[in-house]
């Protein structure tokens, strides 16, 4: 059984089991999941410039827009700087903060409270320790810069860069040179100095040293590049509906997909072109069934698909709170989030359709439980299924290791979003298999579209938070519909 965990002042606070998706190049199941990671890199706001005066005009200066001035922000320089509703470390964490990151202030005096002399109100809620051990108010800290420049990529759909691991033993320093990070805050590394085989490993930077490639792993330890087998960036992602593409559309997750065309004698026959793996065409209304066996059109083509040979999202009729999916929510209990938003994953389908409201705004493949669906009388971890059922996204981890009790895990695994212990949406960048069964029972997602869902959900991760919790009282949370 795989499990998401915090590790944290040597520690271990459960925030839910997880039994992620094995993948093809993990094998096994998936670990689990140690604390998110890094911060978002917003670092100062930028300044305006104030143009100077055209020539031939007035030396008598002129009124111009004056200069923002720069808000305080609070710069983090390790691992887990929770986020606490108020000064005090015993209350319970709503979100928290990674190395490399900064954060605006609300206010620039201090709070004494229970943990910690100085605790600082951030945006846009919540407050956090600035002990300079773990966080400073000051930008030009040395630790602060020197870890910055490898903090997560938070823009990107990938954080890091990743590979395999075929037997990892991790080193604190390159050969014959001192740490070149200074004295990091403790706890910074994780508690482990191997990967197994099959683990995967996230990577910030690479440098040569006497002939020899070392690789620097997300949490600044060195490891040999011939001890990993790189990944290639997944590209797959899903399309956004509402101008190229609109409902029926149709993905193809198998390879082989032929083409069919009509005949001399009007029949729907086999071509030898095949639709390629991992597309998405445009489908029109028309549907044909020959013998028993289903065809759809491919639009502005001559083109048809047999409908088993792809993967076709149909969405159910209504919306997780009883409006008709397609036509004018006049029913009054849309959710009170901005956008609202839902998702709607069939399990044994493959797909996903993201909607705002009763419109479907997204659509993908995703990777369920190996196991399929739930089983009476069996334990759904254990046969690796996907529950069913409608859940709120409950909290969300920008990254998050994921390890199990056998030592092997996935590092900085990018977009994670909670939905039932232990189970969550998240992006899988061990393997390509698009469509088909692949995890121990969670859903992934390719990066691109696990940033894409990311972004599109509720709660919303604030500017410059790591992780976020949904706390009762605020926008409703993002609901899950998940189905055969």
Same mark, same amino acid.
């Given at each position: 059984?795989?499990?998401?965990?915090f590790?944290?002042?040597?520690?271990? $606070?459960?925030?839910?089991?997880?039994?992620l998706?094995?993948?093809?190049?993990?094998?096994?199941?998936?670990?689990?999941?140690r604390?998110?990671?890094?911060?978002a890199?917003?670092?100062?706001?930028?300044?305006?410039?104030?143009?100077?005066?055209?020539?031939?005009?007035?030396a008598?200066p002129i009124?111009?827009?004056?200069?923002?001035?720069e808000?305080?922000?609070?710069?983090?320089?390790n691992?887990?700087?929770?986020?606490?509703?108020?000064a005090?470390?015993?209350?319970d964490?709503?979100g928290?903060?990674?190395?490399?990151?900064?954060?605006?202030?609300?206010?620039?005096?201090?709070?004494?409270?229970?943990?910690?002399?100085?605790?600082y109100?951030?945006?846009?809620?919540?407050?956090?320790?600035?002990?300079?051990?773990?966080?400073?108010?000051?930008?030009?800290?040395?630790?602060?810069?020197?870890?910055?420049?490898?903090?997560?990529?938070?823009?990107?759909p990938?954080?890091?860069?990743?590979?395999?691991?075929?037997?990892?033993?991790?080193?604190?320093?390159?050969?014959?040179?001192?740490?070149?990070?200074?004295?990091?805050?403790?706890?910074?590394?994780?508690?482990?100095?191997r990967?197994?085989?099959?683990?995967?490993v996230?990577?910030?930077?690479?440098r040569?040293?006497a002939?020899?490639?070392?690789?620097?792993?997300?949490?600044?330890?060195w490891?040999?590049?011939?001890?990993?087998?790189?990944?290639?960036?997944?590209?797959?992602?899903?399309?956004e509906?509402?101008?190229?593409?609109?409902?029926?559309?149709?993905?193809?997750?198998q390879k082989g997909?032929?083409?069919?065309?009509?005949?001399?004698?009007?029949k729907?026959?086999r071509?030898?072109?095949?639709?390629?793996?991992?597309?998405?065409?445009? $489908?029109?209304?028309?549907?044909?069934?020959?013998?028993?066996?289903?065809?759809?059109?491919?639009?502005?083509?001559e083109?048809?698909?047999?409908?088993v040979?792809?993967?076709?999202p149909?969405?159910?009729?209504?919306?997780?709170?009883?409006?008709?999916?397609?036509?004018?929510?006049?029913?009054?209990?849309?959710?009170?989030?901005q956008?609202k938003s839902?998702?709607?994953?069939?399990?044994?389908?493959?797909?996903?359709l993201?909607?705002?409201?009763?419109?479907?705004?997204y659509?993908?493949?995703?990777?369920p439980?190996?196991?399929?669906?739930?089983?009476?009388?069996?334990?759904?971890?254990e046969?690796?299924?996907t529950?069913?059922?409608?859940f709120?996204?409950?909290?969300?981890?920008?990254?998050?290791?994921?390890d199990?009790?056998?030592?092997?895990?996935?590092?900085?695994?990018?977009?994670?979003q909670?939905?039932?212990?232990?189970?969550?949406?998240h992006?899988?960048?061990?393997h390509?298999?698009?469509?088909?069964?692949q995890?121990?029972?969670?859903?992934?997602?390719?990066?691109?579209?696990?940033?894409w $869902?990311?972004?599109?959900?509720?709660?919303a991760?604030?500017?410059?938070?790591?992780a976020?919790?949904?706390?009762p009282?605020?926008?409703?949370?993002?609901?899950?519909?998940?189905?055969?």
């Amino acid at each position: 059984m795989l499990k998401i965990v915090f590790r944290v002042r040597a520690r271990r $606070l459960l925030l839910c089991g997880l039994a992620l998706g094995a993948a093809a190049s993990c094998k096994r199941r998936e670990p689990s999941v140690r604390e998110s990671e890094r911060a978002a890199n917003s670092t100062r706001a930028p300044r305006v410039p104030v143009a100077p005066p055209e020539a031939g005009a007035s030396a008598t200066p002129i009124e111009s827009a004056a200069v923002p001035a720069e808000k305080p922000r609070v710069y983090v320089k390790n691992r887990f700087v929770f986020v606490r509703p108020r000064a005090d470390v015993n209350a319970d964490w709503i979100g928290f903060l990674w190395f490399g990151a900064s954060v605006e202030l609300r206010s620039t005096e201090p709070v004494r409270g229970p943990g910690c002399a100085s605790y600082y109100a951030i945006e846009p809620s919540g407050y956090v320790c600035v002990d300079e051990k773990q966080a400073t108010l000051n930008a030009d800290d040395a630790v602060y810069k020197a870890v910055s420049r490898f903090a997560p990529r938070l823009d990107q759909p990938s954080p890091h860069r990743y590979a395999q691991s075929n037997g990892v033993q991790l080193h604190p320093a390159l050969p014959g040179t001192d740490n070149q990070f200074g004295n990091l805050p403790p706890l910074f590394h994780e508690p482990r100095r191997r990967f197994l085989p099959f683990s995967t490993v996230a990577y910030a930077d690479e440098r040569t040293v006497a002939g020899e490639t070392w690789l620097l792993s997300a949490d600044f330890l060195w490891f040999k590049a011939d001890e990993v087998t790189r990944y290639p960036e997944v590209s797959f992602h899903g399309v956004e509906l509402g101008r190229e593409y609109r409902l029926p559309l149709a993905f193809f997750r198998q390879k082989g997909a032929r083409k069919y065309r009509r005949n001399d004698a009007g029949k729907l026959a086999r071509t030898e072109d095949e639709f390629a793996l991992q597309s998405v065409v445009q $489908l029109a209304d028309e549907v044909e069934v020959q013998r028993g066996v289903s065809y759809r059109k491919v639009a502005a083509t001559e083109d048809w698909v047999r409908e088993v040979d792809a993967v076709i999202p149909s969405p159910r009729g209504t919306t997780p709170w009883g409006a008709h999916v397609g036509v004018e929510d006049r029913t009054g209990r849309a959710p009170k989030n901005q956008k609202k938003s839902w998702l709607e994953v069939s399990v044994l389908g493959g797909w996903l359709l993201a909607f705002e409201g009763t419109r479907a705004v997204y659509a993908t493949l995703i990777s369920p439980g190996r196991g399929g669906i739930p089983k009476d009388g069996e334990d759904t971890l254990e046969i690796a299924a996907t529950p069913l059922g409608t859940f709120p996204i409950s909290g969300k981890l920008a990254t998050v290791t994921m390890d199990s009790p056998g030592e092997s895990l996935h590092s900085d695994v990018p977009w994670t979003q909670n939905f039932e212990k232990p189970y969550a949406i998240h992006a899988a960048y061990w393997h390509n298999n698009w469509g088909n069964p692949q995890s121990g029972g969670c859903i992934n997602v390719s990066p691109i579209d696990g940033k894409w $869902l990311f972004d599109f959900s509720e709660p919303a991760l604030p500017s410059g938070w790591h992780a976020v919790r949904w706390r009762p009282g605020l926008a409703d949370r993002t609901l899950l519909v998940v189905h055969e």
